[in-house]
């Protein structure tokens, strides 16, 4: 199974799209305090970054 950029980049932004998701449920249901805030911030980058990573397939 041979795996080119756009498969690589499909991967990545699946990963991404699912940690992303992930750590914000845990700053939302896990952590009531400051720190649930800095969970849900990092997860809206990750889905940023899986936003990017998706729309360079096919470009690269």
């Known amino acids: 199974m041979g ?3 756009n498969t690589i980049l499909g991967w990545a ?3 991404m799209i699912v940690m992303g998701l992930l750590l914000i ?3 939302a249901f896990r952590y ?3 720190a649930g805030w800095g969970f849900a ?3 809206v ?3 940023a970054n899986a936003w990017v990573f998706s729309s ?3 470009r690269l």
């Open 56 to 58: 360079l397939k096919g």
């Open 13 to 15: 932004t699946l990963i």
């Open 45 to 47: 980058g990750f889905l």
């Open 25 to 27: 449920a845990l700053g």
């Open 41 to 43: 911030a990092v997860g």
């Open 3 to 5: 795996m080119n950029k």
């Open 32 to 34: 009531d305090d400051v």
